[in-house]
């Protein structure tokens, strides 16, 4: 269990911070301007992560304090999310933000046992993006019982994205990881009649969706030129839809390789970063710390959500599933590590400067 989390959490923040230069610019222009995605290319030669891989270790830290009690998990988490949003992040997504802001007006959080058709008046908003999805690869790698896995991800999900395709998405990434985090190799077919009986009827289009991503991998078909056949030639949306099947599709035709998987799903452009730190996720819950790369580890400087400090929030997570899942009593005040708001506000306004230097390089050629 180690194994996996560590290397899911750390996997999603290699991802993230590879990906994070490559974002909103289609493949072509990404070249171009930065070439290929084999090194950190953000800040001097180092990487910095985004919001994927903040919320990916929220996530890990509520779980940590709520043991398996899924109402605890909402309200820790969305107690973090509301603090998130004041720490100025960059790049949020609007349902994202829109939530948060919702959330200190007092809206309700979604329970467990509502339905998508009741969520109206609670702080989510009716988005179908992907941020859902780009946090739920480490329920897969933490998460043993399958039931208290699919209702932490409905309750992540519902917090801020009520329409059920977000969901689907999410479901799918974190199943996904909870089979990377299995010995032996991967029934691609058979993990995908899973994704079918969990979604339902409801969900037969990103079932298709899938289906295509699976026979497209099966076949080696690559993953960029499987985004071309679902019409992201430009780059990958941030949309449920576009996001997970690729993902999948990168995760399927590279199981076990770390720096092909990630490399591969940054070079189809557009949400780099986002769909980077979920293969990033799903691969390294399978290959653990030892399978990603060192250089790429090495070259990971953030603050105050430094490298170690992640690593040391998935040993905590660990040590708190394990004695979940061996039936030993576990109290919902586990030590888990915190970040400071004022470090990361500080943190957030440099962050920022480096987005707003990117963003003014890219006004110049080549186009």
């Given at each position: 269990m180690?194994?996996?989390?560590?290397?899911?959490?750390?996997?999603?923040?290699?991802?993230d911070?590879l990906?994070?230069p490559?974002?909103?610019?289609?493949?072509?222009?990404?070249?171009?301007?930065?070439?290929?995605?084999?090194r950190?290319?953000?800040?001097?030669?180092?990487?910095?992560?985004?919001?994927?891989?903040?919320?990916?270790?929220?996530?890990?830290?509520?779980?940590?304090?709520s043991?398996?009690?899924?109402?605890?998990?909402?309200r820790?988490?969305?107690?973090?999310?509301?603090?998130w949003?004041?720490?100025?992040?960059?790049?949020?997504?609007?349902?994202?933000?829109?939530?948060?802001?919702?959330?200190?007006?007092?809206a309700?959080?979604?329970?467990?046992?509502?339905?998508?058709?009741?969520?109206?008046?609670?702080?989510g908003?009716?988005?179908?993006?992907n941020?859902?999805?780009?946090r739920?690869?480490?329920?897969?790698?933490?998460?043993?019982?399958r039931?208290?896995?699919?209702?932490?991800?409905?309750?992540?999900?519902?917090?801020?994205?009520t329409?059920?395709?977000?969901?689907?998405?999410?479901?799918?990434?974190?199943?996904?990881?909870?089979?990377?985090?299995?010995?032996?190799?991967?029934?691609a077919?058979?993990?995908?009649?899973?994704?079918?009986?969990?979604?339902?009827?409801?969900?037969?289009?990103?079932?298709?969706?899938?289906?295509?991503?699976?026979?497209?991998a099966?076949?080696?078909?690559?993953?960029?030129?499987?985004?071309?056949?679902?019409?992201?030639?430009?780059?990958?949306t941030?949309?449920?839809?576009?996001?997970?099947?690729?993902?999948i599709?990168?995760?399927?035709?590279?199981?076990?390789?770390?720096r092909?998987?990630?490399?591969?799903?940054?070079r189809?452009?557009?949400?780099?970063?986002?769909?980077?730190?979920?293969?990033?996720?799903?691969?390294?819950?399978?290959?653990?710390?030892?399978?990603l790369?060192?250089d790429?580890?090495?070259?990971l400087?953030?603050?105050?959500?430094?490298?170690?400090w992640?690593?040391?929030?998935?040993?905590?997570?660990?040590?708190?599933?394990?004695?979940?899942?061996?039936?030993?009593?576990?109290?919902?005040?586990?030590?888990?590590?915190?970040?400071?708001?004022?470090?990361?506000?500080?943190?957030?306004?440099v962050?920022?400067?480096?987005?707003?230097?990117?963003?003014?390089?890219?006004?110049?050629?080549?186009?």
């Amino acid at each position: 269990m180690k194994h996996a989390i560590v290397g899911c959490l750390l996997g999603t923040a290699v991802g993230d911070a590879l990906g994070l230069p490559y974002e909103g610019l289609s493949p072509n222009r990404a070249h171009g301007l930065l070439g290929p995605p084999d090194r950190y290319r953000f800040c001097f030669g180092r990487g910095m992560i985004s919001d994927d891989t903040e919320h990916t270790c929220m996530v890990a830290q509520s779980l940590i304090e709520s043991g398996n009690d899924v109402n605890e998990f909402t309200r820790r988490f969305a107690r973090r999310l509301r603090w998130w949003i004041l720490a100025f992040p960059a790049g949020v997504g609007k349902a994202t933000a829109l939530s948060g802001f919702r959330l200190w007006l007092g809206a309700k959080l979604p329970t467990p046992s509502a339905t998508h058709g009741s969520l109206t008046d609670t702080c989510g908003v009716f988005s179908a993006g992907n941020g859902p999805a780009m946090r739920a690869t480490i329920f897969g790698a933490a998460i043993g019982d399958r039931e208290v896995l699919l209702a932490m991800v409905r309750a992540s999900t519902r917090l801020t994205h009520t329409d059920p395709k977000a969901e689907f998405g999410a479901v799918t990434v974190a199943l996904a990881a909870r089979e990377s985090r299995k010995s032996g190799p991967i029934n691609a077919n058979l993990w995908l009649q899973t994704i079918v009986d969990t979604i339902g009827e409801q969900g037969v289009e990103f079932s298709e969706l899938l289906s295509q991503a699976v026979q497209s991998a099966t076949s080696g078909e690559p993953t960029q030129r499987f985004a071309e056949s679902l019409g992201l030639g430009n780059g990958v949306t941030g949309y449920t839809y576009h996001t997970v099947p690729v993902a999948i599709h990168a995760w399927l035709s590279n199981p076990k390789d770390f720096r092909r998987a990630v490399t591969t799903t940054i070079r189809c452009g557009g949400d780099a970063d986002t769909t980077a730190a979920i293969v990033g996720g799903i691969v390294g819950a399978g290959v653990g710390r030892e399978g990603l790369p060192k250089d790429w580890l090495d070259g990971l400087r953030d603050w105050p959500r430094s490298l170690r400090w992640i690593e040391n929030l998935g040993i905590q997570l660990a040590s708190s599933r394990s004695a979940i899942e061996s039936n030993e009593c576990q109290s919902t005040q586990s030590t888990v590590s915190r970040v400071n708001l004022i470090a990361v506000i500080i943190r957030n306004l440099v962050f920022l400067f480096v987005v707003l230097f990117h963003g003014f390089r890219r006004l110049a050629p080549p186009y």
